[in-house]
């Protein structure tokens, strides 16, 4: 008996995992227990006894919830009632941890791709623009504010040099005008014309002529009468500056305040808020410019020629006249420097060869070696300064081939004199061999005796 004991309790290890167990078996293996188990035998059988009771307080427990689950919801669930334990439907919007009483997670309204709950009602929401879906183009019309920072103090003279400068070279107010407006001056946009004088004054005539006009056309546009006395008060008080480069500033800033007041840029009463008020010596001289070229222009409207007329806007007569008038100075006194001067007033870099033509002309029409000698020397001088290029020179001494038919008749040794002066200037480099090579020759007509009847002679 004691050996088909062992043999049992030894094997019984192996199989209680496999087959239940029922009371009456808890009876006999407690007499066994008590009866002829050793220490070590009934330790594991007490262990095993343990776990399987915490088996069925979980199986009791899951049985409960489920039977409440039926009783309270009344609703067969999802999953099929005569599957194995455990086999839930996939789709199921229920609990599936066995807990609680067996309603929809969150009401119905949790879930993937679920709308939310029975009766609720949503309101229209703003359009977010940081939503991954946010469609502009949906949103109807879009309107755009461009925000244009302030210039800065210090940046200001920077952003308007380049502007004046390129106005000096086009002369075109519109486009100054549609570069400010994309600038956004604020409180200091008068200090743009006081810039734009002080340029001015370092520059040609014409370019002050431009200044005149940009500040006319600018005026009721972009500035005020009040922005444009307020820079021409701090051109007034800059003037000990501004006569360390420009020593004729005063005289300057006075015809551009006259020129102001006569086109209505500046107020008729400018100048009268000065009278008694000025200490400086070189705004008095300034304003009290002003002040005699708007009384000797009091019946003009405008003063248009405070400033002469520019260069290209000069008739070709008027052009002609004064270079004639250059050459012929030049001869008398000999000053190569002032006629260089003279002919940069000017301003026509682009009818300088008018003046190669007209030294030319002159020399055919001289008498001795002085004026040929003279006109070399003002020509090369021309030459090397590059006052004068090379284009300029051809066209002038081409202008004179062409014409030296004519002025032979008026000069019967032109084409000798025209041969020797432009040998001269070939040595001296004022021209190129091939200009040089150029130049019409006459050939000499050779007759035969009166018996030959007159005929040339090959």
Known sequence: MATEVETWSTAAPADESSRPYSDDEDALNEVEVNGNWTP?????????????????????????????????????????????????????????AGKGRGLPKKGGAGGKGVWGAAGMVYEDEEPDARDPNYDESSQGDTVYATVVPEVDEKELEKMVNPIVQEYFEHGDTKE????????????????FSSLAVSLSLEGKASHRELTSRLLSDLS??????????????????ELPDLILDTPEAPQMLGQFIARAIADHVLPMSFLDCYKGKVDCEYARVALDRAAVLLTMKREMVRLDNVWGVGGGLRPVKHLVKEMNLLLKEYLVSGDVSEAERCLRDLEVPHFHHELVYEAVVMVLESKGDTASHMMIKLLQSFWKTGLITVDQMNRGFQRVYDELPEI???VPHAHSIMETFVDLCYQESVITKQLRDACPSRGRKRFVSEGDGGMIKN
């Open 40 to 96: 070590q035998e009934k330790a594991l059988h007490e262990a095993r006894l343990k776990a399987k009771a915490k088996r069925r307080l979980r199986k009791s427990s899951s049985r409960n919830s489920t039977s409440e689950s039926f009783s309270e919801s009344g609703d067969v669930p999802g999953g099929d009632p005569h599957s194995p334990k455990g086999k839930v439907n996939t789709n199921d919007r229920k609990s599936r």
């Open 176 to 191: 100054v005008e549609m570069l400010l407006k994309e600038l956004n001056l604020g409180p200091h946009k008068y200090e």
């Open 220 to 237: 009721g546009k972009l500035m005020s009468q009040s922005d444009m006395a307020r820079a021409f008060d701090k051109m007034l008080k």
């Open 408 to 410: 032979s008749l008026d």
